[in-house]
């Protein structure tokens, strides 16, 4: 059974549209993350949570927001899309120990 | 702050030949934590490799790679490439004392031709 998975798999999006997108894990992993990945930037950081009720700015978390209402969800939201926001988005899980483990991606087409 | 500089952009190999994928990383920590991350088309990246302790090899699936802190350096090798190696490649740096965040290169993808 799958760890981490992410809902929607695919969406698009029209301009200035809410999305959001979400994240379960059964890790019972404290730490989450939200990445992007463009091909020429690889994997870059969004949005992370230490728990339930905390997050905490990435590298790039202009135009995001996120929420961890519980130890197993963790969402990203993008209140006005734009198509610059268009990516695949992996969500991820981890220990103290550095290795996450990492959902199956959205891909995310704003249009 | 921490960082990493790995190879980039497309590296193209002939089946047999050996691996080389070079990182370097800067860190204001003494004890680094390294990772390499492994990323087959249409799927998501997994943990290839990682490591904690200066000087020491460690292997996984025909992958080695040994943390070197005298050269700030975390390649990953593999002696004989194959097909199935056709995948992109990130190494990462653990961001100590910030949550557990890693710090990923910008990736390189191999593809290994027969």
């Known amino acids: 059974e799958a760890a981490v998975t992410q809902s929607p798999r695919n969406k698009v999006a029209v301009t200035g549209g809410k999305v959001t997108l979400s994240c379960n894990q059964t890790n019972n992993h404290n730490n989450m993350y939200w990445y992007r990945q463009d091909t020429g930037h690889g994997l870059r950081l969004i949005h992370y949570?230490?728990?339930?009720?905390?997050?905490e700015k990435g590298d790039i978390p202009d135009g995001y927001k996120a929420s961890r209402p519980s130890q197993e969800n963790f969402s990203l939201i993008l209140e006005l899309a734009t198509p610059s926001q268009t990516s695949v988005y992996f969500c991820?899980?981890?220990?103290?120990?550095?290795?996450?483990?990492f959902g199956p991606g959205t891909r995310l087409t704003v249009l | 702050g921490d960082s990493v500089t790995q190879t980039e952009g497309l590296v193209t190999l002939t089946e047999g030949l050996p691996v080389m994928l070079n990182c370097t990383y800067q860190t204001i920590y003494s004890n680094p934590f390294l990772f390499w991350y492994v990323q087959h088309l249409n799927e998501s990246p997994r943990l290839l490799l990682k490591?904690?302790?200066?000087?020491k090899r460690t292997e996984h699936q025909g992958f080695h790679a040994t943390l070197h802190k005298s050269s700030s350096s975390f390649h990953l090798q593999k002696s004989s490439a194959q097909l199935s190696d056709s995948a992109l490649y990130y190494c990462a740096l653990l961001q100590q004392g910030t949550g557990s965040k890693l710090s990923f290169g910008k990736g390189a993808k191999l593809t290994v031709s027969p």
């Open positions: 991820a899980s981890g220990g103290t120990g550095g290795e996450q483990f």
């Open positions: 490591s904690f302790t200066d000087n």
């Open positions: 949570s230490y728990g339930a009720g905390s997050t």
